[in-house]
């Protein structure tokens, strides 16, 4: 299973970025998947996250700026970031709780390569 993030850049306060991520493989079906994102400096700290069934949850920092959302045919999340703040500088990574794959395997935490999202002020 390989996640691949894209969409990431630099952008000015005030504007809006379209983060995607693609999961590849012989998939099954996808659990929970989730945007984290990590600061220099700082722990990694989930950022939003929707299950297979499209309920989604965000962070206070990002609520009402931020929305993240899914296509299970594509196996793909995404997260719609408005009203950018310099604090929303990091590198974004995305995860799945869990991806069955179609041998009948299942692999459990699988994280994708990060995408860096520079909010110049």
């Known amino acids: 299973v390989q996640l691949v993030e894209s969409g990431g850049g630099l952008v000015q306060a005030g504007g809006s970025l379209r983060l995607s991520c693609a999961a590849s493989?012989?998939?099954?079906?996808?659990?929970?998947m989730s945007w984290y994102r990590q600061a220099p400096g700082k722990q990694r700290e989930l950022v939003a996250s929707?299950?297979?069934?499209?309920?989604?949850n965000h962070a206070d920092s990002v609520k009402g700026r931020f929305t993240i959302s899914r296509d299970n045919a594509k196996n793909t999340v995404y997260l719609q970031m408005n009203s950018l703040k310099p604090e929303d500088t990091a590198v974004y990574y995305c995860?799945?709780?869990?991806?069955?794959?179609?041998?009948?395997?299942?692999?459990?935490?699988?994280w994708g390569q990060g995408t860096l999202v520079t909010v110049s002020s």
């Open positions: 995860n799945a709780d869990r991806v069955v794959l179609s041998a009948g395997t299942v692999r459990f935490d699988c």
């Open positions: 493989g012989s998939i099954v079906s996808i659990g929970t």
């Open positions: 929707v299950t297979r069934g499209g309920n989604a």
